[in-house]
C-alpha cells in the first residue's frame, strides 16, 4: 500500500508562489510509474495538472503550462509541485497520485491518493 501526504497549501494573492509536497510514505519513489497532481474546485470535476513519469518527463494541462512545474526528489521519496502566478481560478484542492502504470499521466485512474491539501487563490 502507497501512502501519500500532501503539504503547502494555503492562501496567497494573486501573482503570488506556493509550493506543494507530496511524501511518499512505504514505497520509493524510484519504483513508481507515474506521479501527478490533480486539482477540484467546488462544483468542478477533478482534473490532472501535471504529472511525471519514471523517466522524469513531465506533462502538463494547458492550464497551468508555463506557470507550473512538477519535480520529484527519489532521494526524499517526494514530489513537488511548484506553482508561480497563481491566480484566482487555481483556488482548489490539490491532490497528489500515484501508481505503477507510467502512461497514466493527467488520465483521472490513478491507484493511489492523498488526502488533500487546499489552495486559495485572492484577487
Known amino acids: 500500500q502507497v501512502q501519500l501526504v500532501e503539504s503547502g497549501g494555503g492562501s496567497v494573492q494573486a501573482g503570488g508562489s506556493l509550493r506543494l509536497s507530496c511524501a511518499v510514505v512505504t514505497y520509493s519513489t524510484y519504483s513508481l510509474g507515474c506521479m501527478g497532481w490533480f486539482r477540484q474546485a467546488p462544483g468542478k470535476e477533478r482534473e490532472g495538472i501535471a504529472a511525471i513519469d519514471s523517466d522524469g518527463i513531465a506533462s502538463y494541462a494547458d492550464s497551468v503550462k508555463g506557470r507550473f512545474t512538477i519535480t520529484q526528489d527519489n532521494a526524499k521519496n517526494t514530489l513537488y509541485l511548484l506553482m508561480n502566478s497563481l491566480k484566482p481560478e487555481d483556488t482548489a484542492m490539490y491532490y497528489c497520485?500515484?501508481?505503477?502504470?507510467?502512461?497514466?499521466?493527467?488520465?483521472?485512474?490513478?491507484?493511489?491518493w492523498g488526502q488533500g491539501t487546499q489552495v486559495t487563490v485572492s484577487s
Open positions: 497520485a500515484a501508481d505503477p502504470r507510467w502512461w497514466l499521466l493527467l488520465h483521472d485512474d490513478y491507484t493511489y
